[in-house]
């Protein structure tokens, strides 16, 4: 099992800047890859970026590419998603998810990913 507790969500006016956390915890297996997900009521969820805990790769939405910058501390078990350049149309709520499993979809497919968190409201105003 893992545990993931997103944070750093926050109102921001756009041109702002916003970093989220996600921290696994209590969990018994090993992570390969962690996600970021946005997703409104009645909207499809999207893929923002994602890391691969092992090599270090990442993957972006073209959307937020040259904008948001994912990166993770091994020894705080946690990644962050850093949001520069903020729009309003960046307004979500945002999910971390891991995967435990070695091969899967493609990263920005959620059902890669075996573990989500509870989420944190993002907001940019314009």
């Known amino acids: 099992q893992v545990q993931l507790v997103e944070s750093g969500g926050d109102s921001v006016q756009a041109g702002g800047s916003l970093r989220l956390s996600c921290t696994a915890s209590?969990?018994?297996?090993?992570?390969?890859?962690m996600g970021w997900f946005r997703q409104i009521p009645g909207k499809e969820r999207e893929g923002v970026a994602a890391?691969?805990?092992?090599?270090?790769?990442?993957y972006y939405a073209e959307s937020v590419k040259g904008r948001f910058n994912i990166t993770q501390d091994n020894a705080k078990n946690t990644v962050y998603l850093q949001m520069n350049s903020l729009k309003p149309e960046d307004t979500d709520m945002y999910y971390c998810?891991?995967?435990?499993?070695?091969?899967?979809?493609?990263?920005?497919?959620?059902?890669?990913?075996?573990?989500w968190g509870q989420g944190t409201q993002v907001t940019v105003s314009s």
């Open positions: 209590k969990y018994t297996v090993a992570i390969y890859f």
């Open positions: 890391m691969h805990t092992w090599y270090g790769s990442t």
């Open positions: 998810a891991a995967d435990s499993r070695m091969y899967g979809p493609s990263w920005s497919n959620g059902s890669r990913y075996n573990y």
